[in-house]
């Protein structure tokens, strides 16, 4: 069984749509992130939680908001979906943070299509 | 601007081969850096990661090297294999905002 999942997988939506994508791990990690990937962009970082009752701002989090719902799950929300939000979003999980040289584990994707 | 980034976007190598794949950071202020490996419609995958304190790094198969003066980091694969085909990210890890900033990615092709 996957540590991390995702879901859903793939989404088609239609811009103006509110989405939610979830996030659950079994590693017991306090750490989850979320990022979203574009052709010849690499991975960006959308928001990142330490812990149940911490949340922060990653590089890109203008139209995204989060929920960390409980230790093993983290949800990334698109208010009002529109188009280049397209992308490939993966979570993240670490059991320390990255100044302690720990290895994320990140989940398999969700594809969104914002028509 | 802080960039991590990638010489050559695709890779092709003959099975057997050993493989290099390339990456430029503009940052010398970073702690630590990381490969990761992301094969067709999977996350990417902790490969090896290297200390700024070090110049080299070997794990099973595979090599990292980096190169603080003109701020150059690689990574050599041994005897690549049809399973090293991938999109391999290098990565930077800046400690005091605890995130990773990664690179575009270079494709790796090996051919049988």
């Known amino acids: 069984d996957a540590d991390v999942t995702q879901t859903p997988r793939n989404r088609i939506t239609k811009t103006g749509k509110r989405i939610m994508l979830e996030c659950s791990q079994t590693?017991?990690?306090?750490?989850m992130y979320w990022y979203r990937q574009d052709p010849g962009l690499g991975l960006r970082l959308i928001y990142y939680?330490?812990?149940?009752?911490?949340?922060n701002k990653g590089e890109i989090s203008d139209g995204y908001s989060v929920s960390r719902q409980a230790q093993a799950k983290f949800s990334l929300s698109l208010e009002s979906a529109i188009p280049n939000q397209t992308a490939l979003y993966f979570c993240?999980?670490?059991?320390?943070?990255?100044?302690?040289?720990?290895?994320?584990?990140f989940g398999p994707g969700t594809r969104l299509t914002v028509l | 601007g802080e960039s991590v980034g990638l010489h050559l976007p695709t890779l092709s190598v003959q099975e057997g081969d050993n493989s290099i794949i390339n990456c430029a950071y503009s940052?010398?202020?970073?702690?630590?850096f990381i490969w990761y490996k992301q094969e067709s419609g999977k996350g990417p995958q902790f490969i090896i990661d290297i200390r700024s304190n070090m110049d080299k790094r070997q794990g099973q198969r595979v090599t990292v090297l980096l190169n603080k003066t003109v701020k150059h980091l690689s990574l050599q694969i041994a005897a690549t294999q049809p399973g090293d085909s991938a999109v391999y990210f290098c990565?930077?890890?800046?400690?005091?905002?605890?995130?990773?900033?990664f690179g575009p990615g270079t494709s790796l092709s090996v051919i049988p």
């Open positions: 939680s330490f812990d149940v009752k911490d949340i």
């Open positions: 990565a930077e890890v800046k400690t005091s905002y605890d995130k990773v900033i």
């Open positions: 940052n010398s202020a970073s702690d630590y």
């Open positions: 993240a999980t670490s059991e320390l943070g990255l100044a302690g040289g720990n290895e994320q584990f």
């Open positions: 590693k017991g990690h306090d750490r």
